[in-house]
C-alpha cells in the first residue's frame, strides 16, 4: 500500500509496505536471472527488488549501471536512500546528498533505554520506546547522509538544538527538526513517528 509519495524541498520520498507493487511486475524489467538473484539473496531481498524496480524505472539504465547505482546512491546527478524494517521500505531521492532511516516500534531489553536515557529525555522530553526509535532513526540517517559504515559511530553524534515543526505531507508528518554536529560537519534531520513506525530523514 503506497503511504507517502510528494516532493518536499526538491526531495522525493516514498514510504511503501509489502507486498510492493512494481515487483508483481518485475518480469517487464527484463532483468536477468543473475541479477534476480542477486538481489533476492539476503534480507529485505524483495525490498531490495523493489528499490532496483524504481530506479530502473526512473533511470532506464543497465543492469551494471544499477548495480553501481545502488552501491554508490547515486546516478546521473541524483543521489538516493533507504531504509528497511520489517515489511518496510522508506526510500528518498534528492539532487544532494541525503540519509533516511525506518524502524518499526518494538519493545527491546531496556538496557538500551537507559543507555540513552538522558538524552531521550533532552530531546523528546520522555524515555519511552517511541523515542528511542525516534532517537535511533535520527542517528542511523545522519551517518547514512555522511557514508559512515559503522553504527558505532552514533555516539560520535550530538544534538544542540531541537524544534518542534509539524510538517504533513500526504499521511504521513514530520514533527521535529534536530540540528545535529557530526565529525566537524553542521546538518539537519527532521523526524516523525506513528503507533507503528518512526523515520527520520538527515541533509
Not at 17 to 37: G, I
Not at 66 to 93: C, D, P
Not at 123 to 138: E, G, P, Q, R, V
Not at 150 to 158: E, H, K, V
Request: one cysteine or more.
Amino acid at each position: 500500500m503506497r503511504s507517502f509519495a510528494s516532493s518536499w524541498s526538491e526531495v522525493q520520498f516514498l514510504l511503501e509496505q509489502y507486498p510492493f507493487p512494481l515487483t508483481k511486475e518485475v518480469e517487464s524489467f527484463w532483468f536477468s536471472a543473475s541479477f534476480l538473484q542477486k538481489m533476492r539473496q539476503g534480507p529485505y531481498g524483495t525490498a531490495r527488488l523493489y528499490k532496483a524496480c524504481l530506479l530502473q524505472e526512473r533511470f532506464a539504465c543497465s543492469e551494471a549501471e544499477l548495480l553501481q547505482a545502488m552501491e554508490e546512491h547515486y546516478f546521473e546527478g541524483q543521489y538516493f536512500s533507504s531504509s528497511y524494517s520489517g515489511a518496510w521500505l522508506f526510500f528518498a531521492l534528492a539532487e544532494r546528498k541525503l540519509g533516511v532511516d525506518v524502524e518499526v516500534i518494538k519493545s527491546r531489553s531496556v538496557l538500551f533505554l537507559d543507555a540513552v536515557e538522558a538524552e531521550l529525555r533532552c530531546l523528546f522530553w520522555k524515555a519511552d520506546w517511541k523515542s528511542f526509535y525516534l532517537l535511533w532513526t535520527a542517528k542511523e540517517a545522519i551517518l547514512k547522509r555522511w557514508d559512515a559504515r559503522s553504527l558505532d559511530l552514533m555516539d560520535q553524534i550530538s544534538f544542540f538544538a531541537v524544534e518542534k515543526k509539524p510538517l504533513q505531507l500526504w499521511g504521513m508528518h514530520f514533527d521535529r527538526e534536530l540540528k545535529y554536529g557530526f565529525e566537524g560537519q553542521v546538518g539537519m534531520v527532521r523526524s516523525g513517528e506513528n503507533w507503528l513506525l518512526a523515520w527520520s530523514f538527515a541533509d
